[in-house]
């Protein structure tokens, strides 16, 4: 009997693992996520059957609204054996995902007072009928078969999608030969999820005590990346990164100028992009290690025997953590233009209000530190254009912000590697450790912020 239910259940994941990517990708679809859920479900319930101490701890067994909300009929299957999300080319910043709809009257019911709860409203188009729903920044799209899905980090201009939803729901653009090359590859990738592009594969995994991402990137073959670079390390930081990005390369400068374009912080910093980026080498760190003591001075009114407005300043001491953030630069004007542009005042850099960052520059780099000491450190070449590497129960101590103490205190370390492996390629490796080594992290991470609100 053991057996035939291993059969049984061996031919359900080998008929879902492929039936599931079908008719839900776009035939033009650039990049793709996998999202195996059936995979990470599989994983969680084998670590419940290995700790079941730690499960029955923590599990609330009381019935709660949203489990009743759960039986409502949709009509569709919002958690379906695997995910798909996409990107297409020609939009821009959105993410596309298709789901089939099972069954079109309990849909319609579904959709109708979903969308009315999230104050949208229902439009009819030629061949689908669509809705915005703003607050979400995500607009859906469906007919009798497909539900169709974008979401943006940015307002949804819905006539940058219209199109990509005609596709879909439409012209039926979605990929329906199992022999296709990308659900080939998207079939035999076994990790819980996996970005592809082109030959572009990077995995990450739920495990036990960790979260792990390992593959490669293809890049342009001419995209300048360094093989070696100089690191001026600070031992036993709780947080430190660094990235050279070098701007060498033309088109990652223009990669750095099209992301932050509408930074509002550079916006409202009287920053521009394009001139950071001139003057900038692409080189970029980030320490944190232990804290510092610094001065605030707040000026108040009172009025004086004469009823006379007078000013009144008093010094207050505050608690910073000790920050430093390294620049590369290839000019000299720098400092110089941030004093042009009313950014630093008596060596101070003002754009950042919460903590006083101090400036302080040579040629080839600008240091903005919160305490006015400069750090003592290593210094090592490393194989890494990228590293990142934390402590979090060291960084605990130095730095907070809400829950940081509830999150920092469930994680242990984190370590981000990525080097060039050869022209064009571009090798990723890292991974995010949990306070026990012995329970999935995804479960230390849900019963852990659950249990503390």
Request: positive net charge.
């Amino acid at each position: 009997m053991i057996i035939l239910l291993g059969i049984v259940y061996w031919g359900y994941k080998f008929v879902n693992n492929t039936s599931s990517l079908i008719g839900v990708v776009h035939k033009n679809a650039d990049a793709v996520v996998k999202i195996d859920l059936h995979g990470i479900k599989e994983t969680l319930v084998l670590d419940a059957l290995s700790a079941p101490k730690f499960y029955y701890d923590n599990i609330s067994f009381s019935s709660s609204k949203k489990e009743k909300d759960s039986t409502v009929e949709k009509g569709i299957n919002l958690k379906p054996y695997t995910a798909v999300l996409y990107t297409l080319k020609n939009v821009k910043n959105t993410i596309f995902t298709t789901l089939p709809i099972e069954n079109t009257a309990d849909f319609n019911a579904y959709v109708k007072e979903y969308v009315t709860k999230k104050k949208g409203v229902i439009q009819i188009a030629e061949g689908y009928t669509y809705a915005v729903l703003e607050k979400s920044k995500v607009s859906i799209a469906w007919n009798t078969k497909n539900l169709a899905i974008a979401a943006a980090p940015d307002k949804i201009d819905i006539s940058k999608i219209t199109a990509v939803f005609k596709d879909v729901l439409v012209d039926e653009k979605l990929i329906t030969d199992k022999s296709n090359s990308l659900i080939q590859k998207l079939k035999s990738i076994k990790d819980h999820i996996a970005y592809v592009k082109g030959a572009s594969v990077i995995g990450l995994n739920f495990e036990d005590g960790k979260l792990a991402v390992a593959g490669q990137l293809e890049v342009d073959k001419s995209s300048v990346f360094s093989n070696e670079i100089i690191v001026n390390s600070l031992p036993d930081a709780s947080l430190q990164m660094y990235i050279d990005y070098s701007f060498a390369d033309d088109n990652h400068k223009k990669d750095f100028i099209s992301t932050f374009k509408n930074s509002s912080f550079l916006q409202k910093s009287n920053l521009q992009v394009d001139s950071i980026a001139k003057y900038s080498t692409g080189f970029f760190s980030l320490a944190i290690d232990g804290k510092t003591k610094q001065q605030d001075t707040i000026i108040t009114y009172a009025y004086d025997d004469n009823f006379n407005k007078v000013e009144e300043k008093t010094v207050q001491e505050k608690e910073a953590p000790k920050m430093f953030v390294n620049l590369g630069v290839n000019k000299d004007g720098f400092p110089a233009y941030l004093q042009t542009q009313g950014t630093i005042e008596q060596g101070v850099f003002t754009a950042l209000p919460i903590y006083n960052f101090y400036v302080s520059s040579t040629a080839t780099t600008s240091l903005f530190a919160t305490a006015k000491k400069a750090p003592k450190t290593e210094v090592f070449k490393s194989a890494n254009f990228l590293d990142i590497t934390a402590n979090f129960s060291k960084l605990n101590r130095d730095i907070s912000f809400p829950k940081s103490g509830v999150l920092f205190g469930l994680l242990n370390t984190l370590d981000v590697k990525a080097n060039l492996v050869k022209q064009g390629v571009v090798g990723l490796e890292g991974s995010l450790s949990a306070k026990r080594e012995d329970i999935n992290i995804i479960t230390q991470l849900f019963f852990g912020l659950e249990n503390a609100k």
